[in-house]
């Protein structure tokens, strides 16, 4: 009987949580990935780990920064598997921006951006592309960039988890950078 009322208690304040915090992840979980569905996905998941593992919590931090806490391991997680797919071979992308010399191409090469209309992350319209171009990197390039200027993440921590070398990650870097300046100078820099 007093099983059956903690599992009672459990199931209620859990419901409550979901009601309250469902909206607050969501959104949190779509200013880290590329798509909706993904988003929806992994915070469903993360309250299914934390409804698995509720005697964990021990109530010493709020409950949203637990849930948080795990919707960011599950990001995490989902980039480091994204790193076990297979990608693009780096002669496929260096033939799209350079040529046989390693210079840029005509076509491809950065033009010089104005940016005098002052701070563009201030500028919502400017997140809004930035954001979409974001979701359209392929999703090893947007891990690296995700792990390692939205979390913060030290570079050896990165690698670690990722199982990559040092100079790996600042190629997949570099090469995110290149796409985002290319989509960046396209579809707000000429419009």
């Known amino acids: 009987m007093e099983d059956q009322k903690v599992a009672s208690e459990k199931s209620i304040l859990f419901r ?15 200013q880290r ?29 709020n409950p949203k920064t637990w849930l948080i806490a795990i919707l960011k391991n599950k990001i995490t997680d989902h980039y480091r598997n ?3 797919k297979p990608v693009v071979s780096g002669s496929e992308f260096m033939d799209v921006f350079f040529d046989e010399n390693g210079s840029w191409k005509a076509n491809q090469r950065p033009s010089g951006w104005n940016t005098d209309e002052g701070h563009l992350l201030d500028n919502p319209e400017f997140s809004e592309v930035l954001g979409q171009c974001m979701k359209h990197l ?5 891990a690296t960039l995700h792990l390692r200027f939205l979390e913060e993440k ?3 921590d990165i690698c670690q988890e ?30």
């Open 82 to 84: 994204s790193f076990k």
């Open 33 to 61: 990935l590329s798509s909706k569905e993904l988003a929806e996905d992994l915070v469903q998941d993360t309250f299914v780990a934390a409804f698995n593992s509720f005697e964990k919590f021990e109530g010493k931090s």
């Open 138 to 142: 392929p999703e090893h390039y947007a």
């Open 16 to 30: 409550t949580w979901v009601e309250e915090y469902s909206d607050m992840m969501y959104n949190w979980a779509m």
């Open 154 to 156: 030290k570079t050896a």
């Open 162 to 191: 990722l199982n990559i070398t040092e100079s790996n990650l600042w190629q997949k870097i570099h090469r995110a950078k290149i796409q985002l300046r290319k989509c960046l100078e396209e579809y707000w820099f000429k419009k």
